[in-house]
């Protein structure tokens, strides 16, 4: 069986799971201090935290490991010299496999499988670039990057997502700096280009654009975007990893 695939679940997936809108912020690279700060407005790494119980129960009584989620503290919390997007490590695993789930929890349509997409594709060696959002010594935020296919083909592109983000912290822009990091970070490796699928206009902040020959099955033109990262604007029907279809 080929290692890609173009499924409907495939397809739920990145319509459903990608369309998550992450706003505002921005914070620090394990690479650059030249980041704006960002604040957590009051209570809200608390409320984050009572968010992320409710998720466990619901996942069936499982307890987060304790990297999942950052100690509260009062007020506002400037992040400025705490807050770090970085490479995910081994020892990482387990939180972002918790944080994945504890993310979709309650998400309208989530096909509920995206702790496993993301396991699989790394058991793969499938992901191109797995970040993750680190506040305090724990697991806030991740990201993937796959390979896809275009006509059948490899020629350096890669999908975006999923992307997760601690219940409570959602909307406060760590899910941008993610994807922005991720990006860059793609363009520097000599990435050519990226696809996603999912908001048109929250995407489009990134630099995605439906102008494109880019096709997926039967998604609306205007909901699968691309961003051409280096060469030539690419054409034909994209082909993600076989691994989102694990369930």
Not at 56 to 84: D, F, H, K, S
Not at 135 to 156: A, E, N, T
Not at 168 to 173: D, E, S, T
Request: hydrophobic share 40%; net charge positive; charged share 20%.
């Amino acid at each position: 069986m080929s290692s890609f695939c173009r499924h409907s679940k495939a397809v739920a997936f990145r319509r459903r799971g990608l369309s998550e809108a992450f706003r505002g912020g921005n914070v620090r690279s394990v690479e650059s201090e030249r980041s704006p700060p960002r604040c957590i407005p009051r209570g809200g790494l608390f409320r984050a935290r009572r968010l992320h119980a409710v998720a466990a129960q619901r996942l069936g009584g499982r307890e987060a490991p304790l990297r999942t989620l950052a100690v509260a503290a009062p007020g506002w919390v400037r992040e400025t010299n705490r807050m770090i997007v970085r490479p995910e490590k081994p020892e990482d695993i387990p939180s972002i496999r918790t944080l994945t789930d504890a993310a979709f929890v309650g998400v309208e349509h989530s096909s509920r499988t995206e702790a496993a997409i993301v396991d699989a594709l790394r058991a793969a060696d499938a992901l191109t670039l797995s970040l993750v959002a680190e506040l305090q010594g724990s697991i806030i935020g991740h990201v993937g990057f796959s390979p896809v296919l275009i006509d059948g083909r490899d020629i350096g592109w890669s999908g975006l997502g999923p992307v997760s983000v601690s219940p409570g912290l959602q909307r406060g822009g760590v899910g941008s700096a993610l994807i922005k990091q991720g990006l860059d970070k793609l363009a520097r490796r000599g990435a050519q280009g990226c696809v996603v699928l999912g908001d048109p206009d929250y995407y489009g902040r990134f630099g995605f654009s439906s102008d494109h020959a880019l096709r997926y099955g039967d998604v609306p033109a205007g909901y699968f975007q691309s961003l051409l990262l280096a060469g030539e604007l690419a054409a034909g029907e994209v082909t993600y990893h076989a691994a989102f279809e694990a369930t």
